[in-house]
């Protein structure tokens, strides 16, 4: 079943298509599937009886997210529902599209569900739309004025709000396999929308090196293949492939890592554990993959301002001091003088003391926090700024600190249901263990004047 509406994208292109299909169209865009059984890989979810190929046979789509590395055929599976399901088709660019753009498409969905007809709403890069972006879509996915499907590169369970994602269906899409890669390649050789007509003279070894090379994004091992077919020597019969080009072509492939997408999170959280196991090679190694592959220095910079709390603490405080001077380096210098900077916070972040001592302090202050809201703050540590709070009690038998002996006392500063709780416990590890003494001689002050209460 053909989509009641082409997509804005479609309609724009369709008078250029006509005259030459192929004009200025890259091999990847030429050689995009159409329908299912073209499509490749993600068989997880497309092969025949799984979820999502019962969806689209039965015209039965939900509003949906697709997560998943680029090139691997999110946006294509968006247009093969749209094709063979009966809705109206829109396509929507997160990047180029506002709130007054969403309440226009919104207004059309709503037409055409008073008409009885569906319609389908594909929001590319959909984590680049803020919270009150996302939340516009929410009334119309709520009562069913549209069906959405939303791509995305990065974590939904971060970038997308709660309340959308709960509404929506996730699904996850893989890389693609060497083997499928090999697969698209020699139908783009032999496809007269790909490179049929210049009989492209090209071995199996060059077609793996390729495959290979492209790391499971599709799009990647088209383009890369073009370039290598483009600039090889041709004549009367076909072209040649030369290895001279196919060795410049795959000679540097851009650093996996995408700082947009879930690999984003896995190489900070490389970095953070490899600054918490002391492995100084590899937390340099982790940080050069961030920097090189075009990170912001100030994320990195804020995220290990937070490692030298979480993870060294009380037992070297030097270590928090040291991270903010390198964010403030940062700042100042930039990429790529401030790349030493960093190095030199993380380098000193894996060889200090290692405490999670204030984290676990944190949670459990934080749990009991959660279960207490309701606790009152106790009488002698409330402000009493007006006359009637006084005469309720507010701030009555508060003892100023500085008044008494040690500038301490033992008043109870815990709501009563609280009394003798204990957060945090100082580890044995470096300034930790002048932090451990300290704390027992402030417990026994308190207990010493606990004591003196009790005599009187």
């Given amino acids: 079943m053909e989509s009641l509406q082409v997509s ?86 997160a990047v180029q599209s506002g709130i007054k753009e969403i309440r226009e498409v919104m207004k059309k969905a709503e037409q055409n569900r008073h008409a009885h007809e569906k319609t389908i709403v594909f929001v590319d890069e959909i984590h680049r739309f803020n919270k009150a972006q996302q ?25 997308i709000n709660s309340a959308l994602l709960s509404r929506c269906r996730t699904f996850v899409l893989s890389a693609l396999e060497q083997e499928d890669l090999a697969g698209l390649i020699r139908t783009a050789l032999h496809s007269p929308k790909g490179l049929g007509n210049m009989k492209v003279e090209i071995s199996d070894e060059d077609i793996e090196a390729i495959a290979a090379f492209s790391n499971g994004d599709a799009r990647f091992c088209l383009n890369t293949l073009e370039m290598v077919v483009t600039n090889s020597p041709s ?81 070297d405080s030097r270590a928090l001091e040291i991270c903010v001077a390198a964010y403030n380096a940062c700042h100042y210098l930039g990429m ?26 944190y949670f459990a202050a934080k749990d009991d926090a959660l279960k207490t809201l309701s606790e009152p703050v106790p009488m002698q540590i409330r402000n009493a700024p007006t006359r009637l709070m006084d005469d309720l009690g507010y701030g009555k038998g508060y003892e100023y600190s500085h008044d ?46 606990a004591q003196l209460r009790r005599k009187k």
């Fill in 235 to 315: 004549d009367i019969y076909g072209v040649h492939v030369s290895q001279d080009i196919l060795k410049q072509c795959l000679q540097r492939r851009s650093l996996l890592y995408d700082k947009k997408g879930e690999e984003h999170y896995n190489i900070i959280s490389a970095l953070h554990k490899s600054v918490r196991n002391s492995d100084v090679d590899a937390a340099l190694y982790w940080l050069a993959r961030m920097l090189e592959g075009g990170e912001d220095p100030l994320y990195i910079a804020r995220r290990i301002v937070r490692m030298a709390s979480e993870d060294i603490g009380m037992a």
């Fill in 135 to 159: 939340d516009a879509f929410l009334p119309y996915v709520e009562k069913g004025s549209i069906i959405l499907i939303g791509a995305t590169t990065e974590n939904p369970s971060f970038e």
């Fill in 8 to 93: 804005l994208f479609e309609e724009e292109n369709k008078e250029d298509e006509e005259e030459n299909p192929n004009i200025f169209r890259p091999l990847a865009d030429r050689m995009r599937p159409e329908t299912l059984d073209e499509y490749v890989g993600q068989k997880q979810l497309v092969a025949k009886g799984n979820l999502l190929q019962k969806m689209i046979e039965n015209d039965q789509i939900t509003s949906m997210i697709f997560w998943g590395p680029p090139g691997v055929g999110k946006t294509t599976l968006a247009q093969i529902i749209a094709r063979q399901t009966r809705s109206h088709f829109i396509n929507f660019s």
């Fill in 404 to 449: 008494y002996a040690y500038h301490m006392t033992d008043m109870q500063c815990l709501p009563d249901a609280l009394a003798g709780h204990h957060y945090y416990e100082p580890s044995d590890q470096g300034s930790e263990i002048k932090v451990k003494k300290r704390m027992e001689q402030i417990r026994m002050i308190k207990e010493h004047y």
């Fill in 336 to 361: 790529p003088e401030c790349s030493v900077h960093l190095s030199h916070a993380v380098v000193y972040l894996c060889l200090a003391p290692k405490s999670n001592a204030l984290e676990k302090a």
